[in-house]
């Protein structure tokens, strides 16, 4: 049986490398056309103390205008080596971790936000991820988050077919991820705020989510599971 450290492992060698290396090219059209007023319209307004899961090669830093501080959590090293340098080119106090979404090394109740971008789609556990999300949250705390999410219909049946390939090719990305209904079922109170599709429509990684998820009391979780 694979372990979700042994996969994590191999993630990180056969697609991390690459990506991290080739990823802010890939990605530079769809950063100029829509990528950077999605940033500042989700994050430029965040306060308090945030956390990152995923943080990448640091994309989001510069529109964290008015948060206190940030934890920026990255298991690829190459990508860290990214996020390092531009954490120093940005006046928040950034403290960079290197971790894994599923084990995060640190306190329970800490931070006001919690933010993921395009990363919920390749963690190995997603259980395991959203608890330890809710973990470090502090009471009234928020998830923000823009994801992949499986489309409907026959797009979304195209996607299971393509998943294990897409899987390969893209970093572990499982674009066909019930993302919602996770989140629902790890104890968060879901809202969307937008669904995207942004144009190439690319069967493969469509549509994407932005939205909330605030945790319900433990209480509320059980009745919930009856």
């Keep these: 049986?694979?372990?979700?450290?042994?996969?994590?492992?191999?993630?990180?060698?056969?697609?991390?490398?690459?990506?991290?290396?080739?990823?802010?090219?890939?990605?530079?059209?769809?950063?100029?056309?829509?990528?950077?007023?999605?940033?500042?319209?989700?994050?430029?307004?965040?306060?308090g103390t945030v956390l990152e899961v995923g943080a990448g090669s640091g994309a989001n830093l510069p529109y964290y205008a008015k948060a206190r501080a940030l934890t920026a959590v990255e298991p690829a090293s190459e990508m860290r080596g990214k996020l390092l340098r531009r954490a120093e080119e940005v006046e928040l106090d950034v403290e960079v971790v290197d971790a894994w979404a599923e084990r995060l090394p640190l306190?329970?109740?800490?931070?006001?936000?919690?933010?993921?971008?395009?990363?919920?789609?390749?963690?190995?556990?997603?259980?395991?991820?959203?608890s330890e999300i809710r973990r470090v949250l502090k009471p009234g705390g928020q998830l923000v988050f823009f994801e992949h999410v499986r489309s409907p219909?026959?797009?979304?049946?195209?996607?299971?077919?393509?998943?294990p390939l897409w899987r390969r090719v893209a970093g572990g990305c499982n674009a066909n991820r019930r993302l919602l209904g996770a989140l629902r079922d790890a104890g968060f109170q879901v809202r969307v705020h937008e669904v995207v599709r942004p144009w190439p429509r690319y069967p493969t990684n469509?549509?994407?989510?932005?939205?909330?998820?605030?945790?319900?009391?433990?209480?509320?979780?059980?009745?919930?599971r009856g």
Excluded: H, I
């Design 1 to 47: 049986m694979t372990t979700t450290a042994e996969t994590n492992s191999r993630l990180e060698s056969r697609a991390g490398r690459f990506f991290a290396r080739y990823y802010d090219a890939m990605t530079a059209r769809a950063e100029e056309k829509w990528g950077r007023p999605l940033r500042t319209l989700m994050f430029s307004e965040l306060t």
């Design 107 to 130: 306190p329970d109740d800490t931070y006001d936000t919690v933010v993921c971008t395009l990363v919920l789609c390749t963690v190995v556990d997603l259980p395991a991820a959203l």
């Design 153 to 163: 219909g026959v797009v979304g049946l195209l996607q299971d077919v393509l998943a």
């Design 206 to 224: 469509t549509p994407y989510v932005r939205g909330t998820a605030v945790p319900l009391p433990l209480t509320a979780v059980r009745d919930r």
